[in-house]
């Protein structure tokens, strides 16, 4: 089974007035912290980089844009903005998505359904409970290692869904 590695679990607490020890922590309590944050969390913005890998003819392909997040609880938007090489703009809100591509000028829209664990992968670490990330994933600590000077904690986090599991 393939697994997502989570090297930002403790992003969402910084600027929360949440203290993260300088110590080594349980699972438990990085799972605790990160609900806690997340549920102070309003809003984030950052690049992506996007690499697409087709192994049986050895291509890549790689997407620049930016993610944008907002709102808290079943309140969330996400923002998904591919600038290069093709711009394309990502909306996931209120169960739905919405893919618009203007060089065609096409709009999809798709009604998420009970196919909504495909996109909450997207909000891990922003409000979500100890339970309900155990229930989803199996969750496991790798380690510890420096983030831009503050110490951070990575998770492996394997998906109990086959459907969310293929994706990564």
Known sequence: MKSLLLSLALLPLLGTGVSIAQTPI????ILENMATGGREFRSLEADIEKTKVTVFVNVSSTD???VYFA???DDSRIRVTISEP???HLLVAD???QLYRPRIDLLEEYDLGDR????????IGFGASNQTLRDDYNVALEGETMLEGIQTSVLRLE????RLAALF
Not at 26 to 29: F, G, K, N, Q, V
């Open 95 to 97: 169960g739905k998505a």
């Open 26 to 29: 349980e699972l438990d309590a």
């Open 64 to 66: 620049f844009g930016k």
């Open 159 to 162: 998906p109990k869904s086959e």
């Open 71 to 73: 709102g808290s609880g």
């Open 86 to 88: 093709a711009e394309q």
């Open 116 to 123: 909504g664990d495909m996109a909450e992968f997207l909000v």
